[in-house]
């Protein structure tokens, strides 16, 4: 059963079975403090092939009718899913703890997954956000090892076996969740715990993303080994439990795979500067007309990603904040009204900015923007000798010089862009 792998941001999307940094969005929303529950339709799926496993189980017991057996199989599987909440609201709290915002736990078809927005955790952190949900589990099992003897002190032999078999059957799933999810693999919890260690030892946090990936696809295929033959030793009635394996097999060799693609990415990222692909800007004030108005930083327009379009008109609003001009609405403005119209009038609400040194690369400035949801970054020109280095931006366009910008969408296009180009980019492994 798969279920929270947490997946500390880097910055950009990526998720958490696991765990996953929501996608950055243009402008900022309110913040979420509590988790919120979303339900897949394929849950009730997930109930329902449960209660097909361990039916021939609680069907065994001479004198219990097939409706009852039947019932108790349904709340067994609904048990299992009450677990597979608390297992992702120990995930969810525990980065809640370390500052993470809009938390999302989803429930699906294998398991569930947390999702959040939150800065660079850094390995440690992340680690105890990975290990919280089994933690969960283990803190569940004296829990349920105790409750039947609880039940039977409170009901007598009156309360019949029914619920003890429950309990027991819970008790054992609960033990297989925890022990599953802290397999050395992603994504599950235990992979994303051994990415996060490698990457501290190797300081390549890609490295950790590699190694946890390959063990991911290494586990994926002793699933698949492990459903063909419970299927063909164990009889008809296995044949779901190995359809079940075969699921999850699939679940977390996409996982896996998912994860190697995107450290592929992030090394590609790691091989180019912000100064080479930002797009090239044009800086007004708010005050000034669309037709009196000349470009503070004319530089700009020259540099930057020689493959970008038309400069990109922007307002700074203010400190921290700029505005991006709407190129539709400074068409339609007639000729003769050019002199009349401010530049303020035609650009689009502000967005929160951050100015970055154009010697960062990409993969350094998304996690710097990963704080910052909806931010625009201002690149500025790099000097020869400059060291990478980030800060507020300013309301004054011409210092520092910026000589670009990126938008969340062209962070976006960074990351699904091919990594076969020229230049100093090369394909990762």
Wanted: glycine content about 10%.
């Amino acid at each position: 059963m798969r279920n929270g792998s947490v997946t500390p941001p880097r910055g950009t999307p990526a998720a958490h079975g696991t765990m996953t940094p929501m996608p950055v969005d243009r402008a900022t929303r309110p913040t979420r403090h509590r988790p919120r529950l979303r339900l897949e339709a394929g849950t009730l799926l997930t109930v329902l092939l449960l209660a097909v496993v361990v039916h021939p189980a609680l069907s065994a017991v001479p004198g219990r009718t097939p409706a009852v057996a039947i019932g108790l199989s349904v709340i067994t599987g609904l048990g299992l899913l009450l677990i597979v909440l608390l297992h992702e609201l120990g995930h969810a709290l525990t980065a809640r703890a370390f500052g993470a915002r809009d938390l999302q736990i989803t429930l699906t078809v294998l398991g569930g997954h947390t999702q959040y927005r939150a800065g660079h955790l850094g390995p440690g952190r992340s680690a105890l956000v990975s290990l919280a949900g089994p933690a969960v589990n283990l803190a569940l099992i004296p829990v349920l090892a105790l409750a039947p003897s609880l039940l039977l002190t409170l009901t007598g032999p009156s309360g019949g076996s029914a619920p003890l078999e429950v309990l027991r059957l819970l008790a054992l799933l609960n033990v297989g969740l925890a022990v599953f999810n802290l397999l050395p693999g992603l994504p599950l919890d235990g992979g994303r715990a051994l990415e996060g260690l490698l990457g501290s030892l190797l300081r390549d946090p890609t490295r950790g993303t590699v190694v946890a990936g390959w063990c991911g696809r290494a586990l994926a295929v002793a699933c698949v080994a492990a459903g063909l033959w419970w299927g063909r030793v164990g009889g008809p009635a296995s044949l779901v439990t190995a359809l079940c394996m075969m699921l999850v097999a699939l679940s977390v060799w996409q996982g896996s795979s998912r994860a190697l693609r995107e450290a592929r990415q992030w090394q590609g990222l790691r091989d180019i500067t912000l100064q080479e692909v930002a797009r090239p800007v044009r800086m007004h004030r708010p005050e000034e007309t669309l037709e009196s108005s000349a470009d503070t930083n004319p530089d700009a327009a020259g540099s930057g990603n020689s493959t970008a379009s038309a400069p990109v008109d922007l307002v700074i609003a203010g400190p921290g904040t700029i505005r991006l001009v709407d190129a539709q609405a400074v068409a339609s403005v007639p000729p003769a009204h050019r002199d009349r119209v401010p530049w303020d009038a035609v650009a689009h609400p502000a967005v929160p900015a951050l100015v970055l040194s154009g010697a960062l690369t990409p993969a350094q400035g998304l996690t710097a923007l990963a704080d910052q949801p909806g931010a625009i970054g201002l690149i500025t020109a790099a000097g020869p000798h400059e060291r990478p280095a980030l800060r507020p931006a300013t309301s004054q366009p011409a210092a520092p010089h910026i000589i670009g910008l990126l938008t969340p969408a062209d962070w976006e296009a960074l990351l699904t862009r091919p990594r076969t180009g020229t230049g100093r980019r090369r394909s990762g492994a």
